[in-house]
């Protein structure tokens, strides 16, 4: 039976048709089904949810109001139903089988490249090191997706490059795979009234927009004007009444202005709904280590975060710091993996090694290939959460999986051997190990 089918034969879709009439009311209905129907799965996440949903003093109770407000109400119950009943309560059990059937990880999400192009050129930007060339045919990703779905993943991202030059195809694929939730990182550039029209129609589609900060940080590193740009393309989002989020890459430069009261808040008057934080990570021959965040500066940014989190109604990811949350690495799909636009199966967006592409391989195969596998035998790779990277915090186990397996770097402008790229973390995972080990202890403090 399709996920479709288990959510209306389980009554969700009944209750998000009722929750707009009474949303108080269904509200508690909709998180009593969920408890009902997934026992064990996600509970504390699930309690998460419910106390945003009733305690008026939890900073995500406007948030949730601010969802049923100002999203479109088909919208809303899509990803209700895509994102949280699809891709974890159905897809997750699905994946445990998996796991426990192959012996290998199964991921939660795939990350994709539709196109190793891109519009603006951005410095220091990894992904215009591929080239720009390279694309994933239209049947190349269905087939992913479609072999995804079997092993119970409905949640895929698309990055690149710029992922929304491949606009028409990604509407396609949200159309045919109407089941699954997708976003994309995007300059937000491409983003017209026609696009949001067509996320309208197919309610399945949720952008990060990039940014680097505020206007000079921002155009400094995107090109003038990409500021306003990018806040125009929220600006037609917003108006759309559709979900949107910022990505955003903390470095030493701007780790101040893009955690402060002043940037949230920006971010919220401008209609988004999460925010995804990146540590920066020196991959590339030419990548700068002096962006790279003091041991202080990287601290002050997870204390920010974590302080804001509990105070602003914005859901915010720390992609380095929240290693607690899914217990360490999270790559070589242990809850993610990612595919190149030359195809090339990578553990981690910033990883960029391979030894499977999906063009010899389906991705049951990939996920047994003695790349992925050296991962899975090995993770977690730290015992403390906040040192949860085989290359930024722990650069010899990096070393060691890609000798081992014989992974060979999928940059094919200017191929980085895995020395060079763990050498410029060596030093960082040193100086950053005594304060992430403090850190670490009292957060256990504060849990226990």
């Known amino acids: 039976m399709s996920v479709s089918k288990t959510a209306k034969k389980l009554g969700i879709k009944k209750i998000l048709n009722r929750l707009y009439k009474s949303p108080e009311k269904n509200l508690r209905r909709l998180m009593d089904w969920a408890d009902k129907y997934a026992g064990d799965l996600l509970k504390d996440q699930r309690q998460s949810i419910r106390d945003a949903i009733t305690d008026p003093e939890n900073p995500y109770y406007p948030f949730v109001r601010h969802i049923l407000r100002d999203v479109d109400p088909k919208v809303a119950k899509t990803i209700a139903v895509n994102f949280f009943i699809n891709a974890n309560l159905v897809g997750v059990p699905i994946q445990f089988e998996m796991r426990k059937k192959y012996d290998c990880n199964i991921p939660w999400a795939i990350l994709l490249d539709p196109t190793s192009a891109c519009n603006i050129h951005c410095l220091g930007c990894w992904a215009a090191d591929y080239g720009g060339g390279m694309n994933l045919s239209f049947e190349e990703m269905d087939s992913i997706i479609t072999q995804g779905k079997e092993m119970g993943v409905y949640f895929y991202l698309f990055s690149g490059g710029e992922p929304l030059i491949r606009k028409d195809d990604i509407i396609s694929l949200c159309k045919k795979h109407d089941d699954c939730m997708f976003t994309a990182f995007t300059n937000g550039t491409l983003i017209d009234d026609a696009f949001a029209d067509e996320l309208l129609r197919v ?20 090109g003038e004007g990409t500021y306003d740009l990018a806040l125009n393309a929220m600006r037609i989002l917003r108006e759309h009444k559709l979900v949107y989020g910022v990505s955003c890459c903390y470095t030493s430069e701007n780790y101040e202005s893009i955690t402060s009261d002043e940037y949230w808040n920006m971010m919220i008057e401008n209609g988004a709904y999460f925010v995804w934080y990146f540590h920066y990570m020196p991959v590339g021959n030419d990548a700068n280590t002096d962006l790279l965040p003091s041991p202080a500066q990287r601290e002050y940014v997870c204390r920010r975060i974590r302080n804001n989190r509990r105070n ?11 290693g607690a949350t899914v217990n360490g690495c999270i790559a070589a799909g242990r809850r993610y ?15 960029h090694y391979a ?4 063009r010899d391989k389906t ?3 990939i996920l ?29 186990k990096l070393r060691e999986i890609v000798k081992l397996s014989g992974a060979k770097s999928t940059d094919m402008k200017s191929p980085e051997s895995v020395n060079h790229l763990c050498s410029k973390c060596d030093s960082y995972a040193e100086e950053w190990a005594p304060t992430a080990d403090r850190l670490w202890k009292e957060q256990r403090r504060k849990k226990k």
């Open 355 to 358: 030894d499977s592409n999906i």
């Open 337 to 351: 993996f990612h595919i190149n636009a030359n195809g090339d199966a990578e553990p981690c967006a910033f990883i």
């Open 363 to 365: 991705l049951l195969e």
């Open 203 to 222: 309610r399945n589609f949720a952008p990060a927009i990039s940014l680097e900060g505020f206007r000079e940080a921002t155009d400094s590193r995107r």
């Open 312 to 322: 602003k109604p914005l859901f915010a990811m720390d992609f380095q710091n929240d």
């Open 368 to 396: 047994q290939s003695p790349l992925f596998m050296a991962y899975h035998e090995r993770q977690p790779f730290n015992d403390n959460m906040l040192r949860p990277c085989p290359m930024l915090e722990n650069p010899d």
